[in-house]
């Protein structure tokens, strides 16, 4: 009954920028972190920024300086601004959130957008 909905996924050119935007919605009683993961073709999924419910942020390294993480607590929204992006940062990107009811905390995945950057 909780939901991610991701949106700002697309083609851009190598040094141009893109916002993503992931809404939590449905059954939340809290959220905890937040964060974007990314899947490139024939690679694992990876961790690329995370973001606690205190504000608290951690980056991968290939991205630090670059991308910025941030959320919105009273919109359950969680955003990605990435800058001067790279052709090695075309993947699908997967929102992440650990959210609670009144009795438990379970962690929940977007269903990914997709990056792609052009050299």
């Known amino acids: 009954q909780v939901q991610l909905v991701e949106s700002g996924g697309g083609l851009v050119q190598a040094g141009g920028s893109l916002r993503l935007s992931c809404a939590a919605s449905g059954s939340i009683f809290s959220i905890n972190a937040m964060g974007w993961y990314r899947q490139a073709p024939g690679k694992q999924r990876e961790l690329v920024a995370r973001?606690?419910?205190?504000?608290?942020?951690n980056y991968a390294d290939s991205v630090k300086g670059r991308f910025t993480i941030s959320r919105d607590n009273t919109k359950n929204t969680v955003y990605l601004q990435m800058n001067s992006l790279k052709p090695e940062d075309t993947a699908v990107y997967y929102c992440?959130?650990?959210?609670?009811?009144?009795?438990?905390?379970?962690?929940?995945w977007g269903q990914g957008t997709q990056v792609t950057v052009s050299s």
């Open positions: 992440n959130a650990e959210i609670g009811n009144s009795v438990y905390i379970s962690g929940y």
């Open positions: 973001i606690s419910s205190g504000g608290s942020t």
